[in-house]
């Protein structure tokens, strides 16, 4: 019986669980409580609700790209049977070229996450908590399907890739990230420059103004290097988790929607076909920006909700992205 793909993380979920396990044991012995709070104080602990939010989105997330996929295959074998531009024998080479070519497109999807409105409205969920450990992998947005993240698949297929390849390897390259999310493991020297690494990650996941938009990769470290997004971690800079506009909740339905449901407001309340469109797919921060120009009014209660400086203090909000 030939093994669908499409199981492959739930394939992998006892191997997730046992790290779990292990980086839970291993943070308990070397970050030891040391008052009372202090569990909850450590971004790196396991807490409850984090926890279970994590988990509940993953769930969320497999359902929903399960049905992706019925919708997506026929998508990229469609492209693969009428419009592929090269026909790859069987093995290792077609293998080495297919996980590279991913890694460049995933690279791109990443970037785009972070720097389109209508993407970010999706990967935000997968930003939103302000600890890090391996749960903080699980959590996914059931949004990614209509944000349109298979559609960065397609020119996989174009270049002669099998359905059947293309999903195996966006699989693999999610199931590798898993292991990046952790604090319990430092640099690794010469892989570094090779591979997105623990430190790597870690960085990504900060809003400190100097780390944060940074290092998106998937599995290889050199794309960051050769577009001039890399950062390293800093030791004198603890990475401090989370996005600029907390979320302040381990609901998984408002992790899921929240910023969607505020893409949606700024949509509404901007006049003009340009700006209705930049609400939708310019940068994330690009409504606060134009309302820091004066093009429309924030009140002092929409600005206290989206955590908008109303006034003078603009230059000072929009000079650093922390919060
Ligand atoms: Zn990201
Ligand atoms: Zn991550």
Redesign the pocket.
């Known amino acids: 019986m030939q093994f669908d793909a499409q199981w492959l993380l739930l394939a992998l979920a006892p191997v997730f669980l046992a790290c779990i396990g292990w980086e839970a044991w291993h943070l308990s012995r070397t970050r030891p409580r040391t008052a009372p709070n202090a569990a909850a104080a450590d971004n790196a602990r396991y807490t409850w609700p984090d926890t279970l939010c994590n988990a509940a989105l993953a769930l969320m997330h497999q359902g929903a790209d399960k049905l992706a996929w019925l919708v997506a295959v026929p998508v990229y074998a469609y492209v693969y049977r009428h419009f592929r531009l090269v026909s790859w024998q069987p093995g290792f080479v077609a293998w080495f070229a297919l996980f590279v070519a991913q890694d460049l497109l995933y690279y791109a999807f ?1 970037r785009a ?2 720097r389109v409105r209508w993407l970010w409205a999706a ?1 935000v969920v ?2 939103s908590s302000e600890r890090l450990n391996l749960s903080t992998a699980f959590r996914q947005s059931l949004m990614y399907p209509v944000a349109g993240m298979w559609m960065f698949w397609i020119p996989l297929a174009l270049l002669g890739f099998t359905p059947e390849q293309v999903v195996a390897i966006v699989l693999v390259n999610l199931a590798f990230q898993f292991f990046v999310h952790t604090q319990a493991i430092g640099k690794l020297g010469w892989l570094e420059y090779v591979l997105n690494t623990p430190s790597m990650h870690r960085v ?2 900060a809003r400190n103004a100097r780390y944060i938009d940074r290092n ?1 990769a998937g599995v290889l470290a050199i794309w960051d290097r050769m577009f001039g997004s890399y950062v390293e971690e800093d030791a004198r800079e603890a990475p401090d988790y989370g996005i600029v506009k907390p979320l302040a909740s381990c609901n998984p339905l408002k992790a899921t929607f929240h910023e969607w449901l505020a893409m949606a407001r700024d949509f509404a309340r901007m006049s003009g076909w340009r700006s209705r469109a930049a609400a939708l797919f310019a940068p994330p921060d690009w409504c606060e920006r134009h309302d820091a120009l004066g093009l429309a009014p924030v009140t002092a209660a929409a600005a206290h909700a989206r955590h908008v400086v109303p006034e003078n203090d603009t230059e000072a909000e929009f000079g650093s992205r922390n919060p």
Do not use: D, M, Q, V
């Open positions: 990443h996450s972070h990967h997968h930003h990504h996941h998106f």
